[in-house]
């Protein structure tokens, strides 16, 4: 079965400063790769996701994801963070071949905080 | 469009009553999901449906029901609430799975088993 890890569960950074969340997965011939961010008191919203083709994806609010296969990887970043951004964020994986389960796989979440 | 919608936002239970959680979407959705998100464990899937009048169980299925009458809804029971069942509950919705598998999550139900 698939899984999927959050290397930090905790990053502060200043405002304006860049910032990488990480995220690894369990190897598989085939995903699909999402990052999912949650304000407080709040539902999950889409940042961005991984289906194929170009393995640097840009999302929304100037975040951008790159899929690295040989690292099992799908780290996010932004060059430089806003106050605004302060949120949990998660990632999460849906395994292509998985017929039973199609649900999606998330990791434990990041929570960034942003201060000035 | 509303999206994916939750009633009610909060609720309190004493231990041993039951309640239904209710989820509706107006995206003509096929999949629908229940996870509860607890503090440093991510969301853990309780039920899915692959469409009306299917269900099946998920990672955490212990002490909750669910049907899918009708397309758009997607309700969650709880018959004999334990502590152990306080969390914040979210219901999702998809298209389809892989690479349809991009999911709409409705804004929460916080729920508190005393």
């Known amino acids: 079965a698939q899984s999927v890890t959050q290397l930090d569960s905790q990053v502060p950074v200043f405002e304006e400063a860049p910032v990488e969340l990480r995220c690894n997965y369990s190897?598989?011939?085939?995903?699909?790769l999402f990052w999912y961010v949650q304000y407080p008191n709040q539902g999950l919203q889409l940042l961005l996701k991984?289906?194929?083709?170009?393995?640097l994806v840009k999302g929304i609010n100037g975040f951008e994801a790159e899929f690295n296969k040989s690292q099992t990887s799908f780290h996010l970043r932004k060059p430089s963070v806003h106050i605004s951004d302060t949120a949990e964020y998660f990632c999460?994986?849906?395994?292509?071949?998985?017929?039973?389960?199609?649900?999606?796989?998330f990791g434990k979440g990041t929570t960034l905080s942003v201060s000035s | 469009n509303a999206g994916v919608t939750q009633t009610p936002k909060f609720r309190v239970l004493k231990t041993g009553q039951s309640m239904t959680l209710l989820c509706a979407q107006d995206?003509?959705?096929?999949?629908m999901y229940w996870y509860r998100q607890d503090p440093g464990m991510g969301l853990r899937l309780i039920h899915y449906?692959?469409?009306?009048?299917?269900?099946a169980k998920g990672e955490v299925p212990d002490g909750y029901n669910v049907s899918r009458l009708k397309k758009q809804n997607f309700l969650l029971g709880l018959e004999s609430a334990a502590p152990s069942q306080t969390s914040v509950y979210f219901c999702?919705?998809?298209?389809?799975?892989?690479?349809?598998?991009?999911?709409?999550f409705g804004p929460g139900t916080r729920l508190t088993v005393l």
């Open positions: 449906s692959v469409g009306e009048g299917t269900t």
């Open positions: 190897s598989s011939v085939s995903v699909y």
């Open positions: 999460a994986v849906s395994d292509v071949f998985n017929q039973a389960g199609t649900a999606l796989i």
């Open positions: 995206m003509n959705h096929e999949y």
């Open positions: 999702a919705s998809s298209y389809g799975r892989g690479s349809y598998n991009e999911q709409f």
């Open positions: 991984y289906l194929s083709g170009s393995t």
